[in-house]
């Protein structure tokens, strides 16, 4: 487990803190109720900019603070535990993400400081299909002229509903499996011929499938170089699937939380049930899956904060055990719980749902095993 700087602990106090009192898991639920289309509350997107959450892997000179991955983590943890829905992930993780990695200088003093006050939402579209498959790209970009042309399709976009801007993963060149050939356009998401259509997914988050029919951007548009997106692409992807590991994390201890209270004072038979060994020894197994699973996760951010070889690796690592315990504790969560677990009046079932949507979001537990194996050349 990594020891947290003093500006970390009182930043997760704050998160915490904040979340608790105005994002907590009843707000969700009423944002659910009435079905709000973005999949978040402006208001609660507005205050995140404000604390200047957005900007926490935006550079200083782009109006960010430049805490790094493991600052971010600490702060998507805490949202986590209350399932507090923004874009705080998509646009000001991955999004900031793409620009800071692959951008121009141009294109990161357009958007970046734009991201960092929350002002505009920039999202990554990547999957084309119903798993995880960056290689698989199909959407097609031609040259035409001084400029592209962007045809096909992108599925389960975050917040591709309210986006400002797509960072769009389009193949240039080659075949659908093929790393070359991979390029990534900045479109912006007013440009004719994109459409847009919701995703009524479990968790009630704001995802859509984004069609792109003759969209045509100029050069200016390309981040990086053409044709040779495919490792920056892995790089943009790793700071998402650690980022989002620290999110499910927060997600999987508020459910262990919620279960350990309901041992504690759950009577039956005339005593409570935490008492009854058998319960008490899966308390235990799941208390040491969560401790594996955090260490796991902050070793993966602070590897990409230090830039370290095994980065992709521990990133790997951190989704596929951060996808496990979630899995298994929100299953717990449900099953101890018994009757009540099954309602939705009891919170339970979110956390389930948020669950099974974020472990298959960038690569389910499978699709991180075989890349680690893959990566140690197993």
């Not at 734009?114 to 199909?138: C, K, M, N, Y």
């Not at 005593?271 to 235990?284: D, N, T």
Request: aromatic share 6%.
């Amino acid at each position: 487990m990594a020891a947290l700087t003093e500006e970390q602990e009182l930043l997760k106090e704050q998160a915490k803190s904040w979340a608790a009192e105005e994002a907590p898991v009843a707000k969700f639920r009423e944002m659910r109720d009435a079905k709000t289309e973005e999949g978040f509350d402006r208001g609660t997107w507005k205050s995140i900019g404000e604390m200047g959450w957005a900007g926490i892997v935006v550079p200083e000179e782009h109006g960010g603070v430049a805490m790094g991955h493991l600052t971010a983590g600490v702060v998507l943890e805490e949202l986590g535990r209350q399932l507090t829905a923004s874009p705080l992930f998509a646009s000001g993780i991955v999004g900031a993400s793409a620009l800071a990695l692959a951008g121009n200088e141009a294109q990161q003093a357009a958007w970046l400081p734009r991201i960092a006050d929350g002002s505009a939402i920039v999202t990554l579209a990547v999957d084309e299909g119903p798993r995880h498959a960056p290689l698989q790209t199909r959407l097609a970009a031609k040259a035409d002229g001084d400029g592209f042309v962007l045809d096909g399709r992108k599925v389960h976009v975050l917040e591709g509903l309210s986006a400002d801007a797509f960072v769009v993963a389009a193949r240039t060149s080659g075949s659908a499996g093929d790393a070359e050939g991979l390029s990534l356009f900045l479109v912006e998401g007013n440009a004719d011929g994109i459409h847009r259509s919701r995703l009524s997914m479990a968790d009630s988050r704001g995802y859509a499938n984004v069609t792109f029919t003759g969209v045509r951007v100029g050069a200016d548009a390309v981040l990086g170089k053409v044709g040779g997106a495919s490792n920056v692409l892995d790089r943009i992807l790793d700071r998402a699937r650690a980022a989002l590991s620290a999110e499910m994390l927060g997600t999987a201890a508020q459910s262990f939380d919620m279960t350990l209270d309901y041992l504690k004072n759950r009577v039956q038979f005339g005593q409570v049930i935490g008492s009854f060994q058998a319960l008490g020894h899966r308390a235990a197994t799941l208390f040491t899956e969560m401790e594996m699973a955090r260490s796991c996760v902050e070793a993966a951010l602070t590897a990409i904060d230090e830039d370290a070889d095994e980065t992709a690796l521990l990133c790997s690592l951190a989704k596929a055990k951060a996808g496990d315990f979630l899995h298994h504790m929100s299953n717990e969560l449900i099953q101890i719980h018994g009757g009540i677990g099954m309602t939705d009046e009891y919170d339970a079932g979110l956390f389930l749902k948020r669950a099974r949507a974020a472990e298959a979001t960038y690569g389910n537990q499978s699709f991180h095993r075989d890349r680690y194996a893959t990566l140690q050349g197993l």
